[in-house]
Each structure stands twice: as C-alpha cells, then as structure tokens.
C-alpha cells in the first residue's frame, strides 16, 4: 500500500524534529563541556600567586610646612620608627606639602638638614599599604622566562602568560610575558585592575591581563 502524500510529510517532520532535537542534544553537550572545563582554570587563583609575589608593604608618610618661607622639616623624632630607606615626593600644586614613602626597594633621596630654628611643620597619619612593585614583576617576568616549568610549580598554578597595559590600553613590554598557548585549548583571558609603584615611588594604574589554559 503506497502511503498518502499526508502521512509522508507527517514522517518527515517527526524524522526532521527527532534530527533537529538531536542536534540541539549535541550543541548543549559540547557547549557546556566547553564552559565547565574554562570555569576550571583559576585565573583568581593565578592573580593572587602573582599579586603575593609582587606585592609589598609600603609606607607612607605626610608632611606639611609652616606659613614661613624659611619653614622647613627633619625626620630625626621618626627615623627610629619608619627607617631610613625612604624617598619625599614634592607635591607639585602645594610646594609646603610634602608625601615620603617608605620601602627598601626605593631610590632613596637625601634631605637636606633642616636648623632647628626654621623647623615649622606637622606630620600626618603613618600608613602602610601592600602595593605591586615594578622591580619585583620585573623578577617574575626574568624567572618566568628563565624556567617556566619551576615558578608554575612554585605558584601552584596552571599554564598561563600575563601582560601589563597602561591607561592607554598598550601593553608595557618589560612588565609582561606572552607563552606558547598550543592550538585547540581553552584559554581564559581576565584583566585586573592594579596599583603599581617603581622605585622613584611614582604610582601608576595598571591593568593585569592573565591568559590560562590547560
């Protein structure tokens, strides 16, 4: 019995619904193994190993001036409790107000003793701040290159490069490295946004790049 043009097209769309179901089965399977298997890589995880090799206390202290032209300050009363290993940022609207940061990494420069008649000034709050330090990415960005294999397993971490960009969005070559990603892997790529100091104590915002794969 040859079946009716009717019952044919019936055929046809449930083989063309069964088709189209068992696609849509296949998209989601590979979809979301895809999805879980990103979601696996930690980049937080590599971010923090990172920030905590990076990173260090620094302190800041601020001091202004008298109203006296001749007013000036000597750190003698806190030499003993914040240390020498300083450098005294100017700041360039207010010449009486003075920012000194504290931290073995910096260029420290020297301050000119101040008579004990002309003293005339007021100390601020003493802070202190884990900040990234230019010089210490600069040692990751050298080990990194020098023997992948070991500071991965020193960070306790998976393959992964990173990159630092300035405002302007440009990647800040001395400050980054670029690994061989192999083809066909999944490769998670995040920006952080991060403070960062060099060793004039010049602050810059920055922005971490990390790419992870497995």
Not at 22 to 34: D, E, K, T
């Amino acid at each position: 019995m040859i079946p009716s043009n009717k019952a044919q097209a019936h055929i046809e769309m449930i083989l063309a619904t069964v088709l189209f179901i068992g696609f849509l089965v296949f998209v989601f399977a590979f979809l979301n193994s895809s999805l879980k298997t990103t979601q696996e890589i930690p980049t937080e995880k590599i971010q923090k190993a990172i920030l905590e090799r990076a990173q260090q206390e620094v302190g800041k202290l601020s001091v202004v001036l008298g109203d006296s032209n001749k007013a000036c300050f000597n750190l003698n009363d806190v030499e003993d409790e914040y240390g020498t290993d300083l450098r005294f940022i100017q700041d360039p609207i207010n010449p009486k107000r003075f920012t000194i940061y504290y931290g073995e990494f910096l260029n420290n420069n020297v301050l000119i003793n101040c008579n004990n008649e002309d003293e005339d000034f007021l100390f601020g709050a003493y802070l202190e701040e884990k900040i990234v330090i230019e010089d210490n990415i600069v040692l990751i960005v050298e080990e990194y290159k020098d023997d992948y294999s070991s500071l991965k397993q020193n960070l306790g971490v998976d393959n992964f490069a990173f990159e630092f960009r300035d405002e302007n969005n440009q990647i800040i070559d001395d400050l980054s490295v670029r690994g061989k990603i192999p083809d066909n892997v999944d490769i998670v790529s995040k920006d952080f946004p991060i403070r960062v100091i060099n060793a004039d104590a010049l602050m810059t915002n920055r922005i971490l790049n990390i790419k992870a794969w497995r």
